[in-house]
């Protein structure tokens, strides 16, 4: 079984919401690249910010911004390799 599974994505916005089976969490992802892979990143939601990301995603949309930008580091949940992507 994957450890991420997406509820749903936007195209658009370049992102995805889901849940973390591990530990039960809601993230969003981003696409990232480096000079080896395309991977995403998956940073950790609250289940609050699941809910209104879910029915709006213009905010979903300015978080997922703010992540690839690396404002949201914080909240990675599994940390970046040495050769990170953007």
Known sequence: MPRFVDSMASR???FA???DMVSGQPYLSIPVSNRLADYEEYYRLTDSERVVFESDMVL???FAAKCRR????DRLILPPGADRGN
């Open 17 to 19: 919401l889901g849940t």
């Open 60 to 62: 979903a949309a300015a």
């Open 12 to 14: 658009e916005g370049r």
């Open 70 to 73: 690396r404002e949201m580091d």
